[in-house]
């Protein structure tokens, strides 16, 4: 199977990497992994829409990586054009980030209204949608009818491996790790 992977910010961040991992493993995936660009904002958008429209040509799969639902529609038409599927990680939308998290706009504003539009036509044009939590997979799928989704965990990085349980008492100590930045 070819796998082109879209946007990919961190190759190394375990959301995406589990995916492919999976992937390789499963299907013996060819993964074609296309970077995000670092630049000015200008350059960067030139560089993603062209190595987008062009550097993924030829796959049976295509995965837009969180934080990238602008640019859901243009793997979609790459997707079609190469007759693939496109699969959308939804884990982190443009309104949940832009105004719920980072409060860059207020609710009902009109970039807020634009925010909650790329989420929604993301998740029209995929043919499946991966989210972090079952929870939102529910709430995703009722908001957004007929749309396909699938629950998968983000996951951790390979060094936080679960340790041996040393016979824990009653009222005594559990050490947990939690892995995340607080978004």
């Known amino acids: 199977m070819k796998v082109g992977y879209g946007r990919v910010w961190d190759p190394a961040y375990p959301r995406n990497s589990r995916i492919r991992s999976y992937l390789v493993r499963r299907f013996g995936a060819d993964i074609t992994i296309n970077r995000r660009y670092e630049g000015t904002r200008t350059r960067r958008i ?4 062209g190595t987008l429209l062009f550097g993924l040509r030829g ?19 790459v997707a079609r054009l190469n007759r693939g599927v496109l699969v959308v990680d939804g884990f982190v939308g443009q309104y ?3 105004v719920e998290d980072w409060k860059k706009t207020r609710p ?3 970039r807020a209204r634009w925010y909650s539009f ?3 036509i993301a998740y029209r044009v ?7 939590t079952r929870v939102r997979a529910a709430a995703l799928a009722e908001t957004h009818p007929g749309t396909e989704v699938l629950s998968l965990p983000v996951g951790a990085p390979a060094w936080a ?13 559990t050490n947990v790790l939690y892995y995340g930045n607080y978004i």
């Open 118 to 120: 790329v989420d929604r």
């Open 59 to 77: 796959k049976q799969l295509y995965i837009l990586a969180e934080f990238s639902l602008p640019y859901a529609v243009l793997l979609w038409i």
């Open 96 to 98: 949940e980030t832009m």
């Open 46 to 49: 030139l560089h993603d829409v």
């Open 126 to 132: 995929a043919d499946l949608v991966l989210i972090d």
């Open 108 to 110: 009902g504003t009109a």
């Open 161 to 173: 491996v679960p340790a041996a349980r040393r016979g824990a008492q009653p009222g005594g100590i």
